[in-house]
């Protein structure tokens, strides 16, 4: 089989469309914002990508149903007011071998070339090893003139951070996305690394809103991230019983891993 | 070479047949089924599939002869009262890597595509965990036409199992079967996932073959289970003696996996 | 590059060769038998085979040259009273990863098939865990046949060994060989698995050169094999010393392994 | 996405270039010493190399810009009176994978191949395991002749080291040079293995613009050796307090391995 398949589920032209990428990683911010953004938009669906880099897998709905693991790219026609329209990729899984992330990253690039994406925004976490009350924005560019646009939302462009550069999609989408003449940024949500954080995605994501004047409602993310708080304080709470005796059965740690 | 070679032993025409799917696996409860199937209907040998993603491995008969660790695909002509002849794919592993994985079953499906499957039953099992005394199926389906259908051979649809989707062959022959515009169902039988488990063979069979109208005798693969019993019964009273005090050497527990 | 290069040093016509191979494995016993038996012929070389399934690492001689790791093809010119010529496969490595195994015998089968080869002997030691004294050569054959002619020679075939089937280069040309429509036997030297085993590669070829008539000389062989025993023995006592008391640095255990 | 891309960054004809390699490894010694002597001549840049053999990585400068992983040649033209131009090859990485070494190797040299490249030099570092206070200079090459010439800038060819032979691009770019006619030498500067060593790089370097007869200037190189030298001592001095009792925060011994 071709290493990687992209299976169209619609054929469509887009304005000068921008490309933002939002797979599992770090908090798994990228993809809370990229999965937020294509719901709220409403984006539609547009094409299933397939790859033998991706694990021998499927998902089980609840109904029954199984689904093989995949990226989707949907996309959004912006009103005619607007410069571009936009393609959103998610998905399950980025790819699980080296090879697998460039080859991946570069079919979907070049997908999307085809259609005319010449920037692209990729979202990401970035973990602080600690708790993140207030979560910054931190950016890298593929050029000063990117750096400089950015500064102005508030991005942080630190000279520490990130310190050994990135690793996966957000990096890769970016640094190939240059040999197909693509410009972007890369926008990481501050976030502990320890769970699932909306708090994140929803730093990420006004960021991304501001810069590209999508109007966006955030009150289902904030409910969200409230969830998960209030299911933080019970851990915390059973864990100060635990240390001072018995409690009832808490929400256990791992809960956390699965809200999204 | 190849990546996955496909000999034909045998050049056939089928009536709509039914690909069914039985690799080792947890509690080798889809080689069981599948090749017990086999040889009750029994199927005649139609193809042999070698791989570079298989083990570089021989194995060596009691006489001294060696084979090629394979894939083997068999195929049973219907009686003419019925709709559908079967092709039943059994073999010696799943392909050890995930690429592996995605190009054998793609492979196979194309094959098994161009002698008309349209149709799929992966069989497989189920780890609990614990103790199973009566192994339940629990089921998977590429459509909801489907899951009706199975429920009425009390196959179980559970809204929490597996939780995490299916991994290996019994996901993938569904997952990419339906790129190959086929339609199917996967049966798990539960079990503990400790040794291998013709009892749940035998209840995932049940269903397969009520589904499918095969009159099929079950003695045998009764008498395998009972014989697996009185091995671990013999396991579990050595192992009382031994918290009891010293025991003559009963079987080891790893036995267990070798009864296939 | 490509996956497997083979440079041919020599181009030659052979009469109905047999292919002989011999590679690093269990105590190297089928690298010494076949490197013993392309010394004392003498076989001349006849082609290199690089790939990119062998490590990236080359070795250095002593007058500091350098050559990249490879596996080497010899050939033999049987007198003209004798059926066959002879090709005998050693080197530095087996292939490094399942992949390589296969397309590197795949490769040099098929090179070897232009040849005219349609028989083939694999060498390779059986490791039995434990201090073999007089070691028996083991047998696994493509045929029926070839069993029955092997018996002759007092090779073994045992009901229980080799248990789980070959692993690796010496199963892999038998397995791959049938379907280059060769048909083969493998001998393996019975072996302890601790460290390089001159007495089991002897016992292998002497099985060899009876079968094929070759008159070979064994005393180079022996002559190593002594040699073994004496550091064995020599870290024997040092290890008596050991638990008696303190002894003058004796040859460390994992000397024995670079004896080849 | 071919396996390794060369992107050309200007279009050269050179004069009997020699391949000058230096990539990441022990000490980092090799590229050390390639950076150093590209900075010092100057060499102006050639060719970028992407791989998905590479980790899929960018760095972010202190600007916040990105850039790929990648590896680097870049060429000097020498003055009318020398016989040679050279190429010179750095990078961020080597393959990740074996697989990925030959490729990657093999590329580059077909690349050189193409511009006259008949002679390579690879540089690396040779961990002794110890302190080394004079770091010699040892060496390996494809031909008797280049050994000869080495030896007169001092260059050890020692029996025993390397003794397992080399691993790496350092040696592969010598023994897959052989297949492409390409004649060469290995100098590798003797360091403690533990971390960064400029004077390691600086021996190396030394031999080969004696060989080359390139006039270098080596006082930023002592300087960055003196400035490793001042950490160690504090690390030292560190380690003697911690013994003795508590002391104030000294540099990290793991700060070493990012000065480069």
Redesign the interface.
Known sequence: ?EDV?I?PLDKVTLRDPILIEGLPGVGNVGKLAADYLRDQLPAKPLATI???????????S????????SNDLAYWRAPASAAHDLLILGGDYQ??S??G???I???VLDFCGQLGVKEVFTLAGFAQGRIVDQPRVL??????SR?DAMKKFNVV?S?ND?GG?????S??F???G??FGMEGV?LMGETSGYFVDPRAAEAVLRVLTQALQLPIDFSALQAKAQEIDRIAQKIHEAEQHVEGGPSPGPPAREDLGYIG
């Open positions: 089989m398949v299976r397939f790859s033998k880099f991706f694990p021998p897998q499927v998902y089980v609840e109904a029954g149903i199984i689904r093989l693991v790819g699980i080296p090879e992330q460039y080859e990253t570069e079919r950016g890298a560019a593929t050029a000063a750096v462009f000279r990130p550069g990135l690793i996966g999609a990096g890769l970016l640094g190939l240059r040999l890369c």
